[in-house]
């Protein structure tokens, strides 16, 4: 840092030296200071204005990168320092109340609320960029193509069908049985709300009066555990699979069955060291949270719990009808996509063989309609959907992803592109797992954590797609793991950064191609008396279209 602060000051005094130094063949200097007719030569003017111009764009990246560091470092620091003098609504995030034989491992792991995780109040990341012209430019560039998108349809449906055809089959397929969806939505958020609040409350206060306190809350906690994979896990499967919804009704309920659970995780996670400490102190008080707080918290953008936000102090609803018009033109956008880009794609697909040729076509074929379905999926839920419901709630700390465009490894890539839930792998699955296993075993809770996210992944699109294709899971768990160790955080050229874009670009295009492929072979050819086995095998290996 040092050593670009004085680059940059040599070449600013240079450049400030220049015009003083004596040249007696410099006519700009004789001109300007003493012209022979009384006025300034224009062209020697221009002549100046253009060198100093250039000088000018010469010292301006320089310029701009120091100033952009500085400012970095300033708001990092800003950050740290406001949040280690403000820890109010942060609780206990680890089982920091262990003593006797088990402390040295409490001391070193435990996570006390200034080392956990701190809310504050900010804006996303595009909120702040799309202040900026240019990156504006960008936004208004996918606006043109959507534009572009809906005419190039308008206009091969008026020449093949000699009108307009404005239907939106694959839309409303894509959302059939909404209503069941919907409904299985408020009875698992109902439950939710009542039977881990109830049965944590009851436990609470139980707890330093039981005789037998471990007993007692080995009966809670397997009461929890019931409530987690019993009503929560298999519970909305078994809507889904015996009411056979649509995939995009299916995604909702899915979705929403994992938030759940990872919020009722988190509420007891948090909030069961609270009422340890306290019956370890023997406060006449136990700390159990109101329901409007566990209410508030269920809806929150977030995974991780705290009796009380930061909060903003008005909604503007302006923004908020902003989002949701994004999010519906982000939905019609990936419509567009599989319209124009994919559908014909594997319309022609269909008529061959499934082989190599068609599997490589197919693949690099995928990776732009992957790309954008990337970039709007990011879009529409990560910026849009989490700041609706942020706005709406007055939830002032918006960091739901991080500058991850910017990463030249992978590991760098999983900590920005998801903070909401990378928080929560990071504070339940990972430091956890180091809490139980000692420091020892860093390599095998990220191998814990990868394994978990994998499975879960894969585990979403097989219930949403009604076929298990571990293709993602393969991707996730050898490929992403394998780059999360080898391009790790001490790649810092800008080379990593094409090389990341590069391999999640066609990773993309992969799985768009091999998930598309394995829908469209069980499309034509169902089998009749389909076995378990059958939904594990793919189809698309020895499917032979019939038309």
Known sequence: MVGKEMSLRNRLSKSSEKPE??????????????PSNGRVDIKQLIAKKIQLTAEAEELKPFFMKEVGTHFDDFVTNLIEKSASLD??????????????????????????????????????????LFEVDHIRTIYHMFIALLILFILSTLVVDYIDEGRLVLEFSVMS????????????????????????YFLFQHWARGYSKSSHPVIHSLLHGLL????????????????????????????????????????????????????????????????????????????APTLIYRDNYPRTPTIRWGYVAMQFAQIFGCLFYVYYVFERLCAPLFRNIKQEPFSARVLVLCVFNSIL???????????????????????????????????WWNSTSYS?????????????????AYKDFLWFFTKRFRSAAMLAVFAVSAIVH?????????FFY??????????????????????????????????????????????????????????????????????????????
């Not at 069955?257 to 400490?277: D, T």
């Open 224 to 299: 929890f555990m019931v409530f987690q994979i019993g009503v929560l896990g298999f519970g909305p499967t078994y809507v889904v699979l015996a009411y056979t919804l649509a995939p995009a009704s299916r995604c909702i309920v899915v979705f929403e069955q994992i938030r759940f659970i990872m919020k009722a995780h988190s509420f007891v996670r948090e909030n069961v060291p609270r009422v340890l400490k306290s019956a370890k102190e023997k406060s006449s008080t136990v700390p159990v949270p109101t329901v409007n707080q566990y209410l508030y918290f269920l809806f």
């Open 369 to 403: 309609p992957g790309a954008l379905v990337l970039f709007l999926t990011f879009f529409a839920f990560l910026h849009c959907w989490l700041n609706a419901f942020a706005e709406m709630l007055r939830f002032g700390d918006r960091m739901f992803y991080k500058d």
């Open 173 to 196: 397929y894509a959302f059939g049985k909404l209503p069941i969806a919907l409904w299985t939505w408020c009875a698992m958020f109902l439950s939710t709300l009542s039977l881990p």
């Open 21 to 34: 130094e004596d040249d007696p063949g410099n006519p700009t200097k004789e001109s300007l200071e003493a």
């Open 87 to 128: 820890n109010g609504g942060c609780a206990l995030t680890s089982f920091s109340v262990l003593e006797g034989e088990n402390k040295h491992r409490a001391k070193d792991f435990r996570a006390p609320p200034e080392h956990g995780k701190i809310f504050v109040i900010r804006q996303s990341l595009l909120d702040e």
């Open 458 to 466: 894969e585990y979403v699109l097989a219930v949403s797609l009604s």
């Open 470 to 547: 571990p293709v993602l899971f393969v991707l996730f768990m050898f490929f992403g793991m394998a780059f999360n160790f080898i391009v790790n955080d001490s790649r810092k050229r800008p080379i990593w950064n094409v090389m990341m874009w590069t391999s999640l670009f066609a990773g993309n295009g992969v799985l768009l191609c091999f998930y598309s492929q394995e829908w469209y072979a069980r499309q034509h050819c169902p089998l009749k008396n389909p076995t378990l086995l059958d939904y594990v095998r793919p189809r698309s290996w020895t499917c032979r279209y019939v038309f």
């Open 412 to 428: 760098n890539y999983y900590r920005t592109w998801n903070v909401v839930v990378h928080d929560w792998l990071y504070y339940y």
